[in-house]
């Protein structure tokens, strides 16, 4: 029995070993096709579905974009210079802001005047740190308009009342010589800012006050009474949507709100395990580890699909959108830091899983017209990491720079038939995909290959598209964990494709294991 066991052990720790480190020996080459249909385009790729969350939270708002106007590290105005440059690079369409959590807490009037008389708070949500306010709604915008994004303002319901939320935004909009516009002038900005997106709290079914999805529905109507949709303030109303599958939160909200709201949002993150007590590690993980990441973050179809029937059945002309406004990988913290800073590392997993996403997200365009990924910097899948006043670009971060073409884009109807990958108990697809029409007239394909071993040949029927050229960029790297060090050179970044041939109405595609390809047709 204890000879058996020990065996048993052994055979487990060599399964183990096999799966951690399995070299590349047993790689394939699989095949697969797709029917690009260039003639049936579809709805617009809204930019929006590119953008940013970033909440007052661990190192996201202070080290991560604020260091203070006094800092060594350049900045202007406070704002560091290397994260405007990054993600200006990105094009980051829109940007949510101040929570999460955070949203349901935060006291705008907190955040405005001269620093030196701001208040300081305690940051309950997010380990008591904290919260100097020196970052309030003046240097949000400065910080918008840096990167040129379009500002996404939560507004807090859970502890608030509809006078706290319409003052806010009289100040912000207010073109006129009414008090809250003259206090804003006073405070250095002339002209109304522009906010074209306001989210009525945040989880509501939660850290936003633990309602119920028809008491949230009433106190939704009551805060959009007074919040004086008008061409002062003309934004997206967003209502607080649902957790995850709870598509009850969701009926309830089509039923009760209706056309009182533009958008309803939604929230996914992608644990390894599903479990949150122990959601598993950035880095050195196995390759069952990759494939269950992979088998949770699919789930995202079948969620937008469930949400979307529900959306369908009480919109059809789908006037409502849905907003996935928080999504992205959430592991363990690093060891070391504080576990109310949600910080951790970034690997080329997490830049084959945006991929991965964005195609969910092409698919479903006519409904899903925003996202937004937790959290721009610092914080859960992260597009930036810092570290005093070096910085490194995430496997994330260039995954979006690649998908920057399928901004505002037509979409176009891509079939493929994907093999599938076996790791232990999960079978996956072992691709995913999607195509447009870019604003520059050239056809653009987006490929995530979510097969850790096996490398790809596309072969894809064109139809009619005239095009006689293939480029375009790919990234991948030896390890599935690999990572871009802070302050030093970036070893996952796109580099050029050379993979692809076209002949004829037919496009073959070379795809390298575990990886990112984005090609323009031309
Ligand atoms: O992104 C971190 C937190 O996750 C947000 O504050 C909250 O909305 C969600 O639960």
């Not at 999460?100 to 940051?123: L, Q, V």
């Not at 909200?253 to 479990?275: E, V």
């Not at 950035?282 to 699909?305: I, K, P, V, Y």
């Not at 070379?510 to 984005?518: E, G, H, I, L, R």
Request: with cysteine; hydrophobic share 40%; glycine share 8%.
């Amino acid at each position: 029995m204890l000879k058996h066991t020990a065996s048993s052990i052994l055979a487990v720790i060599a399964a183990a070993t096999t799966l951690l480190f399995a070299p590349a020996i047993d790689a394939k080459t699989l095949t697969a096709t797709a029917t690009l249909k260039a003639d049936q385009p579809g709805p617009q790729i809204s930019r929006y579905i590119y953008g940013q969350f970033s909440e007052h939270l661990g190192r996201g708002i202070y080290d991560g974009i604020w260091v203070g106007e006094d800092s060594a590290i350049p900045n202007v105005r406070g704002i560091r210079t290397d994260v405007v440059t990054a993600l200006k690079d990105i094009h980051v369409p829109v940007i949510r802001w101040p929570g999460g959590c955070f949203a349901d807490e935060y006291h705008w009037r907190d955040g405005i005047g001269p620093r030196k008389d701001r208040p300081s708070r305690k940051n309950n949500w997010w380990g008591g740190s904290p919260e100097s306010n020196a970052f309030g709604t003046h240097e949000f915008m400065d910080f918008a308009e840096q990167i040129g994004a379009d500002p996404y303002v939560s507004v807090n319901v859970g502890s608030s009342n509809p006078t706290e939320m319409r003052e806010w935004i009289e100040y912000m909009t207010s073109p006129g010589d009414d008090t809250l516009a003259q206090e804003r002038r006073k405070n250095g900005r002339d002209k109304p800012f522009k906010v074209p997106v306001i989210g009525i709290g945040n989880e509501s079914w939660g850290c936003g006050g633990a309602m119920t999805p028809e008491y949230y529905s009433n106190e939704y109507r009551r805060f959009q009474e007074f919040f004086h949709k008008n061409s002062d303030n003309n934004a997206i109303r967003v209502a607080s949507g649902a957790n995850a599958f709870d598509t009850k939160w969701t009926e309830v909200l089509m039923k009760n709100i209706g056309n009182r709201m533009d958008a309803i949002s939604l929230h996914y993150y992608t644990l390894p395990t599903g479990n949150w007590d122990k959601k598993g590690a950035a880095t050195g993980f196995s390759q069952q580890d990759w494939a269950n990441t992979f088998d949770q973050t699919l789930r995202m179809e079948d969620l937008l699909q469930k949400h979307i029937a529900v959306m369908d059945a009480a919109d059809p002309q789908k006037k409502i959108g849905l907003y996935v406004d928080e999504w992205g990988t959430w592991y363990d913290v690093e060891a070391g830091t504080n576990p109310g800073h949600l910080y951790q590392l970034n690997t080329l997993r997490d830049g084959v899983l945006a991929a991965a996403n964005f195609n969910i997200f092409h698919h479903h365009a006519d409904r899903v017209r925003l996202t937004a990924i937790a959290q721009t910097i610092n914080v859960l899948q992260a597009m930036i990491l810092t570290q005093g006043d070096k910085i490194a670009l995430t496997p994330t971060y260039y995954a979006y720079k690649m998908y920057v073409p399928f901004q505002d884009a037509t979409a176009l109807p891509f079939d493929v038939t994907a093999p599938t990958y076996t790791i232990g108990d999960k079978t996956l697809p072992a691709f995913n995909a999607s195509a447009a029409k870019g604003k520059d007239g050239k056809t653009y394909i987006g490929i995530s290959n979510m097969d850790p071993n096996d490398s790809l040949v596309l072969t894809v029927d064109i139809g009619d598209l005239k095009a006689k050229t293939v480029t375009g960029q790919v990234m991948t790297a030896d390890k599935m964990d690999a990572a871009n060090p802070i302050g030093g050179k970036a070893v996952v970044a796109p580099v050029a494709y050379k993979g692809g041939k076209i002949k004829g109405n037919q496009l073959t595609l070379d795809v390298p294991a575990k990886s990112v390809v984005v090609v323009s047709l031309d």
